[in-house]
């Protein structure tokens, strides 16, 4: 847990204008509140279990597994989720605390359009307003996710400032929440912002890790090596992690995007290149100049195109509860194409990051080993992206 | 007392309502900054703020983001900033305050960021991302350097959060106008002007409203409820669209509504 002031070890805080801080505070009394009513718990449960489709299936890759050669490799299966990733466990955990706050709209920001989607889906559902604020570039490389927002009657806003990524829409979600506190409740998409988020996102998310807990019983899976996820902000890793951050028998591997490598100044590695500063609000490891200047992030999947990552992750790394390694552009295109022959199962290139991490560890493992991977998410929209990448197959 | 509130609170006591105007340092290169500061000063300006480019300026509008962004694609950096501040001292006595956000001063070293401004000659620092709970990150190396760490009250700022934040309150409280980010238009005061009411009650520090206040009739409105008026975005507009000149007008323009609120009518800026 965070201390009171929001903290895990040095990270996190509250960095952000006294206008938002009246709402900070109240969003963290409700929560606190909330977290342990029934009413409300029954009430998440339901819409995760009847709306969302939980639990999701911990499903053993057979022909993975027979072609590494080595030991056991499950997937969780997060894709297989209404809207198609993890994004949605947060998006209702939310939407429903929006609700019981009494705020009528949302607002949130988009990278990929993942949690863009899962908002304006609960959004949808629940009959609040919704506004997404999405990167100009992104809009462009994400056109199907910006369409079927449109579809479920939430409104999206090209950003343009800045360079008109990930971080300049979080920075446009941030104002128009400023400016419309009063009746608006931001929903922010990771484990990231200031404090009580980068906690009740976690909470929200920390759903895939009891479900592995339990399924690794019910599959008998007796010895797990290793669980491995991909990291942007860090949402879906903080969910599959989290049950697991006092087992030292497991090796916890969160990998972050190379982009074109690491020694390039084109990733999005903020653990393993950054160092920690503020941004949105927490102080976590950030890419950026001797000057404190956000250095634009790179990645072919845009969900990961972040310069921050969540200020939990940050204290699991100097704590060395997790591995944080980062995988290149294309080795998680080669992962992408793998799954699907193999498995024919399409991942999103953000999981796809954790999939290629597989050639690194498979040759460690022995054949009675397990290693689960957090497929967070399907990989439908990047399709437009890998064929632009990939060309003809 | 700072410099900085002395100024203030020596206004107040002649009757007379303070003008802070921001610049963002580099912006469209430091030559300018430095000319149009100096010149804000001859045609009345009380206090200058000069804003320190940052990448992701959560807490500004439009024209200040537009700004920092071009100004640092210009080549604007913290160690170039420092040697403005340098520059205007050299030329001034004026009070001159930096509005910089966390990462700025993280990044280039949290000591070495308020050492190297204090040492060049700022008189209070604006850390708009920088809220009560986290102000014990700079509250004693500020105080060390004898510079002071100006606290934000915004409409939404409850009660008890007024009076534990007026209560720290150095050199000038910063009263934020409106709910939202700077520039834009703004013609209400009302709301802030009870929370500055509230915060009067607590502490004798000059009061000053910023955010949105872009014309001489906006700055009149506000100076009803404050000690003060702080002016940036617009600055920043008519150096854009009309250089120096531009600027000198509107500084003037504000001025001479401002003398009207504190009762002199004639000769305004010349008194100031």
Known sequence: MPDKHGRFGNFGGQFVPETVMPALLELEESYARLKNDEAFKEELSFYLREYAGRPTKLYFAKNLTEHYGRGRIYLKREDLLHTGAHK?????????LARRMGKKKIVAETGAGQHGVACATVA????????????????ERQSLNVFRMRLLGTEVFPVTSGTGTLKDATSEAIRYW???????????????????????????????GEEVKEQIMNLNIEKLKYIVACVGGGSNAMGIFYSFRNDKDIIKIGVEAAGKGVTTTEH??????????????????LLQDDDGQIIEPYSISAGLDYPGVGPEHSFFKDSGKVEYKAVTDEEALEAFKRL????????????SHALAYLEEIMPKTQVDESVIICLSGRGDKDVDMAVKVMGGL | MSNLSEKLQGLKASGRKGLVVYLTAGYPDYKATLETALAMEEEGADVIEIGIPFSDPIADGPVIQKAATLALKAGATTTKSIELIKEIRKASTIPLVVMTYVNSILGYGMEKFITSFAQAGINGIIVPDLPLEESGLLEDLCKEQGIDLIQLIAPTSTKDRIDRIAKKAEGFLYCVSNTGVTGGQHANYEQIGSVIESARQVADIPMAIGFGIGTPEGALAAARYADAVIVGSAILEKLAHEGIDGVRGLVRAICVQLDKESGRYEDSSKSR
């Open chain 1, 340 to 351: 699907a022959r193999i498995e024919g199962i399409i991942p999103a290139l953000e999981s």
């Open chain 1, 268 to 285: 999005a590695a903020s653990l393993t290149k950054g160092r920690p500063g503020v941004l949105h609000g927490a102080f976590s490891y």
């Open chain 1, 178 to 208: 400023v400016t419309n506190v009063g009746d608006t409740h931001y929903i922010i998409g990771s484990v990231v912002g200031p404090h009580p988020y980068p906690m009740i996102v976690r909470d929200f998310q920390k759903v895939i």
């Open chain 1, 88 to 96: 949605i466990n947060n998006a209702i955990g939310q939407a429903i």
């Open chain 1, 124 to 139: 949808a559902l629940f009959g609040l307003e919704c506004r997404v604020y999405m990167g100009k570039e992104d809009i």
